[in-house]
């Protein structure tokens, strides 16, 4: 008798994100980009950065540190949840794993601004944060879209097999 708590074969809503933690997500995700968009624009489009314009760019680079702090605990939620059941059924896997390995990237390269040594390695680790974190939304679109349709493939072949064995079944 098998008495883990592990779940086996997880039910199919599991790997849905429950209403409040996709918000959550999605509103600290669209936080941390518009944050850096803010920071890029008054670092690399302003010509001449006045106390208004390094104030803001301050305080953008604050509110995405904070958000950072936060995305991180999500995914940690993403990883004991999401992650592992929709692994298991195997749903998803070659786009989640690119968001995931985005999401290391950014980590990646975010710890590195903080900690870099040269000022080159800092240049080149800002520019791959930028790039990655431009193209995040775009990937989440992706996964949501991929997910949304492996879900719809799933349930009908469900609904359809289960709608043939009850006709056969049937002596109407």
Known sequence: MDVSFIMRHPR???IRLKRLQKYFLYAVLALLFLSGVAWAYWNYL???PGDFETSAKALSMKIHGAGAMAVLV?????????????????????????FLSAFAVLTITGYGLYYAGGERL????SWIHLAVGLA???VLLIH????RRTRRAIQSSK?????????EGSTF
């Open 46 to 48: 302003t010509a001449t």
């Open 74 to 98: 999500l995914i940690g939620m993403l990883l004991s949840g999401h992650v592992k059941f929709a692994w298991r059924a195997r749903r998803n896997r070659a786009n989640g794993s690119v």
């Open 122 to 125: 800092r240049a080149w680790t």
């Open 159 to 167: 609904k359809s097999r289960f709608h043939v064995s009850g006709r």
């Open 136 to 138: 995040l939304p775009i």
């Open 12 to 14: 199919p809503d599991s």
């Open 144 to 147: 949501i879209f991929l997910g």
